[in-house]
C-alpha cells in the first residue's frame, strides 16, 4: 500500500518537475512511510514525472519504485497488491520476461509490455498505478474493479496530474482548490458523490473498473470490466451446491490476502462479516491470529463482548481500545482532510482509532467491507422489495389527492407508537414509487432535494437549483439492465455507497500507516455473488441467508443471531449530552455565515428541534458540521490542528494563515 503521484506535460513553459513532485509525494508520507523515489524523464516536447511512496509489504528489499522493465522503457508508479502475481510471473517469464525483483509491481509492468492495456484484465488484486511508455510516448493508468485503491486526476491545458490522494494534487500549487459548486447538492443529499466529480473544481476521479490514456496532451478512459448481470443458470443449482461454492471461494480469497511479509492482523467488530474472516484467517496462519477491535464508553454502542467472544473462540491475540466523545470530536478536522472531503460516517473516526491500535503491532489488516452490498446485508433491501411490490397496487388504487392529502401529510399525526410509526414512514405510505423517493430518499437521503431551497441560501440556491443530484445514483439504478429488482439495488450500491465505504476504509487506515484488504471483494466472489438468487440473500425477511449458512459451522451462535449494528457510534448521545455548544458555535459561526452557501436560519431550526427532542437531526447535523470543516481545512488553507482547537473551544477562531500543506507534519 502506498501513495503515488505524478506529472505529464507537453506545456512549452517548464514546470520544476523535482520540487513540484517531491511536495505531492511529501503530503502522502502516511501512505508510506518507509521509502520515496522519483523518476524524471525531459525530451521529445514532453515533461514526465512519476513519485512514490513505500509502505514496504511485499519483496522489502527489491520492491522499490518508481520500477522499470529490462530496457527501462516502461516506468511505473503503483499503489495496491496483486495477488496472482506470482502466478502471471510463471507465464511472463516463459514468454521471455526478465525479472530482477520479487514484487508484484514488476508483474504490472511485464504485464503491461506483454498485453498493453488489456493488462488489467489478468489481475486479481487492489490497485491504482501510472505507467509512462516512452516507446509510444503515452501515459496509462489504470484502478481496481471495485475502486478498493483511489486514483484521483485533473488536467491543466497540457498538462496531467493525478495522485492516490487529492491533497497531492493540490500541494503541486499547480492547481488551485476551489469549491466545485455544482457537487454540492448530490453531498448534502448523500454525504457522497456517485460519479466522476469530487469536490474540487476540475479534480476528478477515475471510476472503479476504469483505465485511461493521456497522449499528445489528449485524455481518453474507457470502462474495462462491470458487475455481471444475473445468471439464469445459477438458480437452477441447490443450495447445498452454492453453500459450497461460496465457502470455496471466500477460504480462497482469504488465502490470497494472507500473502505478505510483513505481520497481519483483522479488524474484528463482533459482526458476522469480520467473524468470518477471522475464523478462516485463524485456520489458515500458524501463530495467533492479532485482533483488533473499538468500542465506547456507552456500553450500548461497545461491541467488546462479541468481539471478545469470537476472539476467545479462534485462539486469537486480541487488542481493544476504547473511545469518548472528546475523541470523536477533536478528531473530526484531521480526519477532514486525510479523507480530503467531509466525513460521511461518524464510523471513520472509531475506524482510525482502531487502525492506530494496530499499527503497534501489525502493517496489514483484514476487513469485512463488501458482504452487505453483495449478498444483502442491510434491512433496507427487503423493504424496497416489499415497497415495490405493493406499491405501484396501492397508487393504482387510490386516487392521488387521497394518498398525498389524507396519508402522507397526516402519517406522523396517527395515534400509533412512535416506533410504528417510523416503520411506517419508511413505506409506499410515505413516498411515491419513482426511484428518487422510495429508494434515495427513503433510505439514504440527509438532505433530500424538496428542502435544498431551505437548507442552502437563497443566492447559493438560484446557481445549483437545476442540479439533480440524484443523477448518477438513478441512472445506474435505471441502466442495470436487469429484471432482478434486488440486483439492481445492490448494483447501485456496489457503484455508490460502498465505493464510499472503501474510500472511508482506505483513508482510515493509510492514515495510520497500515494497509487494509478486503476479501469479500475479490472479483470473483462478486461474479459469484451476482449469480446467487434473491432467496438464497434474503429469506424470510432475513439478510444475508447464505453468508450465515456457510459460515455456521465456525462462527458462535451468538454472532450469526444478533441483530447488525453496523459499526455504530454513539454520536447522538453524545450531541446531546454536552456538544451542542461545539456544533452550534461552529455552524452559526461568522465564517459558516460568510460563505454565504447553508442558511444559518435553517441550522439554527435543527438545533432548536434536536436540543428539544422534537426531532433527531444528528445526522444532518453531522453533515453540515463536516462540510463546514472541510471548507475551513480546504479553503481557508487553516491546519487541521487549530481547526480543532477552535472547534473544542482551545483556539481564537483565527485562521492563523496556514497553508493545507502545513497540516503534514501534525497529523501524520
Known amino acids: 500500500m502506498c501513495g503515488i503521484a505524478a506529472i505529464v506535460s507537453h506545456s512549452p513553459q517548464p514546470i520544476p518537475l523535482a520540487e513540484v513532485l517531491q511536495r505531492m509525494t511529501d503530503i502522502q508520507v502516511h501512505r508510506g512511510p518507509d521509502g520515496e523515489g522519483q523518476k524524471i524523464f525531459s525530451g521529445e516536447g514532453s515533461q514526465v514525472a512519476l513519485g512514490h511512496r513505500r509502505l514496504s509489504i511485499i519483496d522489502l528489499a527489491g520492491g522499490s519504485q518508481p520500477m522499470a522493465n529490462e530496457d527501462e522503457t516502461v516506468w511505473i508508479t503503483y499503489n495496491g497488491e496483486i495477488y496472482n502475481h506470482l502466478e502471471l510471473r510463471t507465464e ?64 491543466q491545458g497540457d498538462t ?32 457522497y458523490l456517485a460519479g466522476e466529480e469530487t469536490l474540487f473544481e476540475g479534480i476528478q476521479t477515475l471510476l472503479p473498473g476504469h483505465w485511461l490514456i493521456w497522449e499528445d496532451g489528449q485524455l481518453r478512459n474507457q470502462p474495462y470490466w462491470d458487475v455481471p448481470l444475473p445468471a439464469e443458470a445459477t438458480s437452477c443449482l441447490d443450495e447445498d451446491t452454492l453453500i459450497r461454492q461460496f465457502t470455496d471461494l471466500f477460504e480462497e ?84 482532510w ?56 396501492y397508487e393504482k388504487s387510490l386516487p392521488r389527492w387521497v394518498r398525498e392529502t389524507c396519508i402522507r401529510r397526516t402519517l406522523w399525526k396517527w395515534p400509533l407508537p412512535l416506533s410504528l410509526k417510523k416503520k411506517l414512514s419508511h413505506t409506499f405510505l410515505n413516498y411515491s414509487q419513482r426511484p428518487e423517493e422510495i429508494i434515495f430518499d427513503n433510505f439514504h437521503a440527509i438532505f433530500p432535494r424538496r428542502i435544498h431551497s431551505e437548507l442552502f441560501t437563497a443566492d447559493f440556491y438560484r446557481d445549483v437549483r437545476d442540479v439533480d443530484p440524484y443523477r448518477d445514483s438513478v441512472r445506474l439504478y435505471t441502466n442495470r439492465a436487469s ?28 492514515a495510520a500507516s497500515i494497509e487494509s484488504r478486503v476479501p469479500f471483494l475479490d ?87 434536536n436540543d428539544r427532542g422534537v426531532r433527531d437531526h444528528t445526522d444532518a447535523l453531522w453533515t453540515i458540521l463536516n462540510f463546514e470543516m472541510w471548507a475551513r481545512v ?35
Open 523 to 609: 472479483h470473483e466472489m462478486v461474479e459469484f455473488a451476482s449469480r446467487v438468487p434473491e432467496k438464497l440473500k434474503i429469506r424470510r425477511g432475513s439478510e444475508k441467508y447464505l453468508v450465515k449458512q456457510a459460515m455456521r459451522r465456525l462462527v458462535p451462535k451468538s454472532i450469526l443471531n444478533r441483530e447488525k449494528m453496523g459499526f455504530p457510534v454513539p454520536l447522538r448521545q453524545w450531541l446531546q449530552e454536552g456538544f451542542q455548544t461545539v456544533f452550534r458555535s461552529a455552524l452559526l459561526s461568522d465564517r459558516a455565515r460568510d460563505r454565504g452557501i447553508i442558511n444559518t436560519r435553517f441550522v439554527e431550526q435543527l438545533l432548536l428541534e
Open 253 to 336: 480469497s482469504v488465502q490470497m490476502r494472507l500473502m505478505s511479509d510483513v505481520p497481519l492482523g483483522v479488524f474484528l467488530s463482533g459482526g458476522l462479516d469480520s467473524s468470518a474472516i477471522a475464523a478462516i484467517m485463524a485456520k489458515q496462519m500458524n501463530d495467533p491470529l492479532m485482533t483488533f477491535s473499538v468500542g465506547f464508553e456507552s456500553q450500548y454502542y461497545s461491541e467488546f463482548d462479541y468481539a471478545r467472544e469470537v476472539a476467545r473462540t479462534i485462539g486469537a491475540d486480541h487488542h481493544e481500545v476504547e473511545l469518548g466523545a472528546a475523541d470523536l470530536i477533536r478528531s473530526i478536522p484531521m480526519l477532514v
Open 634 to 668: 480546504f479553503l481557508d488553507r487553516q491546519s487541521s490542528d487549530l481547526v480543532s482547537q477552535d472547534l473544542m473551544g482551545q483556539g481564537d477562531g483565527s485562521s492563523g494563515g496556514d497553508s493545507v500543506l502545513a497540516t503534514t507534519a501534525s497529523d501524520i
Open 160 to 191: 496531467f496530474l493525478c495522485a492516490s490522494e487529492i491533497k497531492g494534487i493540490l500541494a503541486s500549487n499547480l492547481h488551485e482548490a476551489k469549491l466545485n459548486r455544482f457537487s454540492l447538492p448530490e453531498l448534502m443529499t448523500f454525504g
Open 483 to 510: 429484471g432482478d429488482e434486488l440486483d439492481k439495488l445492490l448494483y447501485t450500491d456496489q457503484k455508490t455507497y460502498l465505493l464510499e465505504l472503501l474510500m472511508k476504509q482506505d483513508r482510515m487506515s493509510m
Open 338 to 393: 486525510h479523507e480530503d472531503k467531509p466525513i460521511r460516517n461518524a464510523s471513520s473516526v472509531a475506524l482510525y482509532h482502531v487502525a492506530r491500535l494496530a499499527q503497534d503491532h501489525v502493517k496489514v489488516v483484514l476487513t469485512g467491507e463488501g458482504s452487505d452490498e453483495l449478498f444483502a446485508g442491510y434491512s433496507r433491501y427487503w423493504a424496497t422489495l416489499f415497497n415495490r411490490r405493493w406499491g405501484g397496487r
Open 92 to 155: 511472463l517469464e516463459a514468454r521471455g520476461h526478465r525479472y530482477k525483483t520479487n514484487s508484484d509491481t514488476e508483474t504490472i509492468v511485464h504485464a503491461y509490455e506483454e498485453w498493453g492495456p488489456e493488462c488489467v484484465n489478468r489481475f486479481s488484486g487492489m490497485f491504482a498505478f501510472a505507467i509512462w511508455d516512452s516507446r509510444h510516448r503515452r501515459f496509462f493508468a489504470a484502478r481496481d474493479r471495485l475502486g478498493i485503491k483511489p486514483f484521483y486526476y485533473t488536467t
